[in-house]
């Protein structure tokens, strides 16, 4: 079965500094991989994904991510952050052989909070 | 394009009541599915929806039903609630068959359940 690990609870990073939100999946085929984020009484938005090709992906609001199959990783990143950064992050999997089927795992989440 | 349309936001119900949520998917995309959101277990998956099929479902008892409908609108009904049912619920739409299409979600609906 496929699964995702998120090993942070809490990331608090300072206004501007450089940022990573950590995730490490495992699925049996190759994998699809998203990053959401959910704002206080919001659904999740769609932040970027990884399907095939170059290994790093570039996504909505300034934000990357680095694919790296050895690993199992898809680390989620940001250069600079900013204060309305500050949110709860979820990494997600699509396992390939779930073929016409939608359903996503999610990892716990990580809550990120960038300080002024 | 509007996005993901659920309704009600908010409900309380009371312990072995019914509720029924619903879900609009955005306009031209035809799968749809369901997520629990809890503080301790977080987001899990509850089924989905495609040309009115269910075609995958997820590991919630069976007090927990759903449908689509033909213009891809959905419901969610949950039967005999228990204190546990409370929640966010949110509905996610997609466009296709496309293993790789993004998950757009709605801002779901919070259930409380006393």
């Known amino acids: 079965a496929q699964s995702v690990a998120q090993p942070e609870d809490q990331v608090n990073v300072a206004e501007g500094n450089p940022l990573t939100v950590k995730c490490t999946y495992s699925v049996s085929g190759n994998p699809y991989l998203f990053w959401y984020v959910q704002y206080p009484n919001r659904g999740l938005q769609f932040l970027l994904k990884?399907?095939?090709?170059?290994?790093l992906v570039k996504g909505s609001y300034g934000f990357e991510a680095e694919f790296n199959k050895s690993q199992t990783s898809f680390h989620l990143k940001k250069p600079s952050a900013l204060v309305s950064d500050s949110a709860l992050y979820f990494c997600a999997v699509r396992d390939m052989r779930g073929a016409g089927s939608y359903q996503l795992t999610f990892g716990k989440g990580t809550k990120l909070s960038v300080i002024p | 394009k509007a996005g993901v349309t659920q309704t009600p936001r908010y409900l309380i119900k009371t312990r072995g009541q019914q509720v029924t949520l619903s879900c609009s998917p955005i306009s031209g995309h035809r799968s749809v599915s369901w997520y629990q959101q809890t503080p301790g277990q977080g987001l899990q998956f509850l089924f989905e929806y495609f040309s009115e099929t269910q075609r995958n479902k997820g590991n919630f008892p069976g007090r927990f039903s759903g449908r689509q409908f033909s213009n891809s609108r959905s419901e969610m009904n949950v039967s005999t609630l228990e204190l546990g049912d409370s929640a966010l619920y949110l509905c996610?739409?997609?466009?296709?068959?496309?293993?790789?299409?993004?998950?757009?979600f709605g801002p779901g609906t919070r259930l409380t359940v006393l």
């Open positions: 990884y399907i095939t090709g170059d290994n």
């Open positions: 996610a739409s997609s466009l296709g068959l496309a293993e790789h299409n993004e998950q757009f």
